[in-house]
């Protein structure tokens, strides 16, 4: 295992790590701004108004990226356990 091999697996695992969780951030940080956005115009400052929106966007993104991120988790870890026998040499 040279240097150059073990930076790139961990770049490719950093990597698929911010595609996993990109969709969830992403609809959590919209479904936050909608509501700050909704709380500065009805000046209600209620700090749990915030949290159940977030939860239900978040369960939202995770039924609907879970297959996808299913398959990318199944798929580096199929390449991880085939290619152990060339990661040993």
């Avoid at 909608?34 to 915030?50: C, D, H, P």
């Amino acid at each position: 295992m040279t240097p150059e091999f073990v930076t790139g697996f961990f770049f490719e695992a950093i990597k698929l790590a911010v595609l996993l969780a990109a969709p969830v951030l992403l609809f959590g940080l919209v479904a936050g701004v909608l509501v700050s956005m909704f709380q500065a115009a009805t000046q209600i400052n209620e700090m749990t108004l915030v949290f159940i929106p977030k939860m239900i966007a978040v369960a939202v993104a995770m039924l609907i990226f879970f297959p996808w991120m299913l398959q990318m988790i199944v798929t580096f870890t199929e390449n991880l356990i085939n290619n152990i026998p060339f990661y040993i040499r």
